[in-house]
């Protein structure tokens, strides 16, 4: 009896330090999966920020330039931008299977969204305003085992990933479709999302992310919904944004919606240039972010990597 009990206890202490064992691991390869992830580029955020109040139209560094563009008003009086004030904060859920992964990102910015409105013959500020915000993002990440090292920084890498969609909190605007593409070729990219965000879903191959020709002309359309739109029309800015971030690399341009139907369009070229991973963000910020002071910040992005093709 004393037997059947000592083996009985042995046969538990075998199973318990087992599964001790297959946790740790567990937990050894969730952690190093999450360090992976958040060194990734492909994740960055940089170019949302535009350091505070700017142009509509603005440069830093030689990238690009808008062609044909009007607004119904005086633009050339704005100024407006994002200044993230905070370090922006990542959750990151896991799935893992035995040699895939997928993550999905959560991550919140915090900052100041500024508007300044100026004389343009004196150069003076004739008002101005600045708003707290909070916008969260979400981005989907493939991962694969590539390798048996038992360290698993060294054996996963991640190998395909979703376009980013941010929201401010409690925003009313949503970005329907995008569409990029070089005159006279059929070389671009085409997006939609649903009410389900199954842009989430579609994942782009590491190695098959756009390349865009520096000097190419680029047709691009963003097709939005706006539920409570402000009185004037077109009621929204929507804007391009390429680059890496403020200081370094980065434009802002604005796309018209010609006809009041919610499809914004416009021409990008891309000079050449010598840099590492870009980003793209397309960029859409309610009227009355801007021309309301009590109205919150209404925004929402798309946002992606890309490399420039030589």
């Known amino acids: 009896m004393k037997r059947t009990i ?26 190093a999966l999450k360090e992976i992830i958040e060194e990734d580029e492909v994740i960055s955020l940089d170019a949302l920020d535009d350091g505070g109040a700017q ?75 600045t708003k707290d915000f909070t916008e969260i993002s979400y981005q989907k990440l493939k991962l694969q085992k590539v390798r048996n090292t038992d360290n698993p920084k060294k054996d996963w890498r991640v190998v395909a990933v979703s376009p980013i969609i941010g929201r401010t909190v409690g925003n009313t605007i949503e970005i329907k479709s995008f569409s990029l593409k070089l005159r006279n070729s059929d070389e671009g990219l085409e997006l939609a999302n649903d009410a389900n965000d199954s ?39 929507v804007t391009v944004n390429f680059g890496i971030k403020m200081g370094v690399l980065k434009f802002r341009r604005p796309l018209l919606d010609q006809d009041n139907d919610n499809i914004y369009t416009g021409v990008i070229m891309l000079h050449g240039h010598r840099s590492p991973m870009c980003r793209l963000f397309l960029d859409v910020i309610d009227y009355a972010s801007i021309f309301v002071k009590s109205a919150p910040f209404n925004a929402t992005f798309w946002a992606f990597p890309h490399w420039v093709k030589y």
């Open 6 to 31: 000592a083996l009985f206890i042995l046969s538990f202490m075998f199973v318990w330090l087992s599964s001790c064992d297959t946790a740790k691991n567990s937990d050894n390869l969730s952690a």
């Open 55 to 129: 142009e509509l139209t603005y440069d830093y560094g030689s990238l690009a330039k808008a062609v044909g563009d009007t607004l119904p008003v005086n633009f050339r009086q704005v100024r407006f931008g994002r200044k993230i004030t905070a370090k922006p904060t990542r959750e990151i859920e896991l799935n893992i299977a035995e040699t895939t992964a997928v993550a999905l990102v959560t991550t919140t910015v915090t900052g100041k969204f500024k508007v300044v409105f100026v004389d343009t013959v004196q150069h003076t500020a004739i008002d101005s305003v």
């Open 199 to 237: 842009l989430l879903d579609h994942f782009i191959d590491r190695q098959s992310l756009i390349k865009l020709r520096p000097n190419g002309a680029y047709n691009i359309t963003i097709a939005i919904e706006n539920t409570q739109p402000f009185y004037q029309e077109p009621g929204e800015f």
